[in-house]
C-alpha cells in the first residue's frame, strides 16, 4: 500500500496554531506540522503501540507536510491493515503514522518535535486493546483528523 502526503494548505489558514518542525533521529526524515502549542497526546495500548510505546497526537492530514525523506520511509501494517506504520528505513525511528482511528490523517510523535513550540501536554490513555468499544465510547478521537 502506498503513503500518499496530501498538498500543505499555507499558514494563514491555521489562526491560533503553531508550526512544529521534526524527524527522525539520523534526519533522513523531516515533517512541519500545523497544530496547537497545547498538545493532547494519546497513550494508546493496542498492541502494536504498547510495544513500541506510541504516544502521538493527531492532526488532519493538509496541517502535514514531508519536508524530506520520502525515499527513507517504509511502511509496516497489520490485522486490517488501515493504519500506516511509517519509520525511517535507515535509524527506526516512527516519527508519524498514518492511525487507524483517522485515516485522513496523521499520528505525530511528540518526542520527535524539534524543541521550543510546545508549551503544555495533557496524556489520554486510549484502550487500543479493545479497540472497536473505545472508538464506540470516545466522543473525539474519530473528528480528529477533520478539519
Not at 17 to 22: E, N, Q, S, W
Not at 90 to 103: A, H, I, L, T
Not at 131 to 138: F, I, L, R, S, V
Amino acid at each position: 500500500m502506498t503513503l500518499t502526503f496530501p498538498i500543505f494548505v499555507p499558514f494563514s489558514e491555521y489562526q491560533g496554531l503553531v508550526k512544529h518542525t521534526g524527524g527522525c533521529h539520523c534526519g533522513a526524515v523531516r515533517f512541519e506540522v500545523w497544530a496547537s502549542a497545547d498538545l493532547h497526546i494519546f497513550d494508546c495500548n493496542c498492541s502494536i503501540c504498547k510495544k513500541k510505546q506510541n504516544r502521538h497526537f493527531i492532526v488532519p492530514a493538509s496541517r502535514f507536510k514531508l519536508l524530506k525523506g520520502a525515499d527513507s520511509i517504509t511502511t509496516y501494517t497489520f490485522n486490517t491493515h488501515k493504519a500506516q506504520h511509517t519509520f525511517c528505513k535507515r535509524c527506526g525511528v516512527q516519527s508519524f503514522y498514518s492511525p487507524r482511528s483517522n485515516p485522513g490523517g496523521f499520528g505525530i510523535a511528540p518526542h520527535c518535535l524539534d524543541e521550543g513550540t510546545v508549551r503544555s501536554v495533557v496524556v489520554e490513555e486510549f484502550n487500543g486493546s479493545d479497540w472497536e468499544k473505545a472508538m464506540k465510547e470516545h466522543k473525539t478521537i474519530k473528528n480528529m483528523s477533520k478539519e
